[in-house]
Nanobody, 131 residues
Framework: QVQLVESGGGSVQAGRSLRLSCLAS????????MGWFRQAPGKGRELVAR?????????????WHADSVKGRFTISHNDDKNTLYLQMNRVKPEDTATYFC???????????????????WGQGTQVSVSS
């Protein structure tokens, strides 16, 4: 059974930093497509960043970030800890949302994450940014 558990959310002032973590169980994150989504009150869920985790010989990590967070947020992973991260720097009030970790079923030999559907979701962690 796949479980994704997010942590690290909270209340923070604009301009500060926050790091979200997503611990995966029942799912090894090597050669996978994973992502961070967010949903603000009254809005739809949007993809913030995604990653092809790569791993092993010839499988290279690849990332994508939405324009709204590019240069401020960074998605990364740690295979040994089986954990996905979202480093959030210089946060803004408009970053306030519930953040969800998500994962695609299956292993991949290259970054085809843009065409995949996310099958597994965490419960979400709230981020509130005050001005």
């Amino acid at each position: 059974q796949v479980q994704l558990v997010e942590s690290g959310g909270g209340s923070v002032q604009a301009g500060r930093s926050l790091r979200l973590s997503c611990l995966a169980s029942g799912y090894t994150i090597s050669r996978r497509c994973m992502g961070w989504f967010r949903q603000a009150p009254g809005k739809g869920r949007e993809l913030v960043a995604r990653i092809y985790t790569g791993g092993g010989s010839g499988y290279i990590t690849s990332t994508w970030h939405a324009d709204s967070v590019k240069g401020r947020f960074t998605i990364s992973h740690n295979d040994d800890k089986n954990t996905l991260y979202l480093q959030m720097n210089r946060v803004k009030p408009e970053d306030t949302a519930t953040y969800f970790c998500a994962a695609v079923a299956g292993n991949f030999g290259s970054d085809i994450c843009a065409t995949r559907t996310y099958s597994y979701w965490g419960q979400g962690t709230q981020v509130s940014v005050s001005s």
